[in-house]
């Protein structure tokens, strides 16, 4: 006489539950379940047995994803009884079409033949059966739609269609299940950026945030709007002329804001975030340099996106060039500026560090204040009692040849201390700070 354990399931009349025990087999060990037989294994037949045997044969492949007959073969026993032997599938985890890779959706054999499973599990299963690439792997969520994307695509006149899908990698390569990559696409997308304005220096006082969600297109537009918000213009003149500088040049904001989005570790579900101070801004994804790179290898070029088809995506709508270039363009947009772009990683995070080129060069000035030459100084002086100085005042001030002071003058207006006015020989230099 047959007993049923965690491997063997008895079912005296053919329910629904009987596809929770296929899948919680396939996704375990393998089992058998046998239909017409009770709980205490008593042999009461099926009064039509052939009906039966067609309505489950056509259920398991119907109700069950992905597909998993390959792994369950049926026989058809004494006393109008059927035997379904189910082995371990090749796919896990395997689930109920109509509830999907949810816990309510996908079942293993825990002590009973078909308990839930936990998210943790699904994942787990997913990834040995995928591989260890996150954007590749299958989504745990399947209801997807694409409206930002197809948007985004269409800004670039790119197509986005369902057959160009598995070229993209947004499904599988059976082609009918989203992967992670369309999840982060998707309208859907549970990851989401975080931005945050400080008023001191140290990110501990708020004075406004915002967090960004949805696909990562609409993600990206309006964070990047946020922050041009913030990318305060200092006005100065020269001469007549009005020169306007951002705190930060808009090309490095860009490369920043895109380097965290595709080179992120989206197997982690915590955001992108950015903080915003006085004296910098900060990047900061999750997730460290790939092994075998260093933060030398970042700065002269050298990529190796986490994301490939992510990055892939980014390339074809011109969102990035290359892989590599987004640093390099950073650093170039900085090249004469008193402070540096910085780079700091640690084993779970990659953080890239802008600095307000205003505020730094006005540090600059001060800290070089008290240690101006002494004819520069006295130049400086000067102008502080009289209001303004031209060339010819400085050559007599200082007994000097007029190139002399012609230079004494250019550097001090270069290094931000003097603001020329007029033009010719009417030009007079006052302090421009």
């Known amino acids: 006489?047959?007993?049923?354990?965690?491997?063997?399931?008895?079912?005296?009349?053919?329910?629904?539950?009987?596809?929770?025990?296929?899948?919680?087999?396939?996704?375990?060990?393998?089992?058998?379940?046998?239909?017409?037989?009770?709980?205490?294994?008593?042999?009461?037949?099926?009064?039509?047995?052939?009906?039966?045997?067609?309505?489950?044969?056509?259920?398991?492949?119907?109700?069950?994803?992905?597909?998993?007959?390959?792994?369950?073969?049926?026989?058809?026993?004494?006393?109008?009884?059927?035997?379904?032997?189910?082995?371990?599938?090749?796919?896990?985890?395997?689930?109920?079409?109509?509830?999907?890779?949810?816990?309510?959706?996908?079942?293993?054999?825990?002590?009973?033949?078909?308990?839930?499973?936990?998210?943790?599990?699904?994942?787990?299963?997913?990834?040995?059966?995928?591989?260890?690439?996150?954007?590749?792997?299958?989504?745990?969520?399947?209801?997807?739609?694409?409206?930002?994307?197809?948007?985004?695509?269409?800004?670039?006149?790119?197509?986005?269609?369902?057959?160009?899908?598995?070229?993209?990698?947004?499904?599988?390569?059976?082609?009918?299940?989203?992967?992670?990559?369309?999840?982060?696409?998707?309208?859907?997308?549970?990851?989401?950026?975080?931005?945050?304005?400080?008023?001191?220096?140290?990110?501990?006082?708020?004075?406004?945030?915002?967090?960004?969600?949805?696909?990562?297109?609409?993600?990206?537009?309006?964070?990047?709007?946020?922050?041009?918000?913030?990318?305060?213009?200092k006005a100065e003149f020269d001469g007549l002329t009005r020169i306007e500088k951002n705190d930060y040049p808009e090309e490095a904001v860009k490369e920043a804001l895109l380097n965290a989005a595709v080179h992120r570790d989206y197997s982690f579900s915590g955001s992108i975030i950015i903080n915003v101070n006085n004296i910098e801004t900060e990047f900061i994804s999750i997730g460290g340099l790939l092994p075998g790179l260093s933060p030398e290898d970042i700065k002269s070029g050298i990529s190796q996106p986490r994301n490939k088809n992510l990055a892939e995506v980014f390339h074809r709508l011109r969102l990035i060039e290359s892989y590599g270039t987004g640093i390099r363009k950073i650093y170039a947009s900085y090249k004469n500026c008193k402070a540096q772009p910085r780079i700091e990683i640690t084993q779970n995070t990659f953080k890239i560090i802008l600095p307000n080129i205003n505020t730094a060069e006005n540090a600059y000035k001060k800290e070089n204040a008290d240690t101006l030459s002494p004819q520069k100084q006295v130049v400086i002086d000067f102008i502080k009692k009289h209001g303004s100085i031209n060339n010819k005042e400085t050559e007599t001030l200082l007994g000097v040849k007029r190139t002399r002071a012609y230079t004494i003058i250019k550097e001090l207006t270069e290094e931000g201390y003097l603001t020329g006015t007029g033009k010719g020989a009417d030009k007079r230099y006052v302090l421009g700070r």
């Open 1 to 233: 006489m047959l007993f049923e354990t965690e491997n063997i399931e008895f079912k005296s009349v053919l329910t629904d539950d009987i596809y929770k025990a296929v899948i919680a087999f396939a996704n375990t060990d393998g089992g058998t379940i046998f239909i017409g037989i009770d709980n205490s294994g008593n042999t009461v037949g099926i009064e039509n047995v052939d009906e039966t045997f067609l309505k489950i044969t056509n259920g398991i492949r119907d109700a069950i994803a992905p597909d998993v007959t390959m792994f369950v073969k049926f026989t058809l026993g004494e006393n109008e009884t059927i035997k379904i032997s189910v082995g371990e599938g090749s796919f896990k985890p395997y689930y109920l079409k109509s509830k999907g890779l949810k816990p309510g959706g996908v079942f293993v054999c825990q002590g009973t033949p078909a308990a839930p499973a936990s998210p943790d599990e699904i994942r787990k299963m997913i990834k040995e059966s995928d591989g260890d690439i996150f954007e590749e792997m299958r989504s745990m969520e399947q209801e997807l739609t694409f409206l930002e994307t197809r948007k985004a695509f269409s800004d670039s006149a790119t197509e986005f269609s369902e057959n160009k899908f598995k070229a993209l990698g947004i499904v599988n390569k059976t082609g009918n299940l989203f992967t992670n990559l369309a999840l982060i696409l998707s309208d859907q997308c549970p990851y989401t950026i975080k931005t945050a304005v400080f008023s001191d220096d140290n990110n501990i006082h708020f004075l406004d945030s915002k967090e960004f969600s949805g696909s990562i297109f609409r993600q990206l537009e309006n964070c990047f709007d946020y922050l041009k918000l913030c990318n305060k213009t």
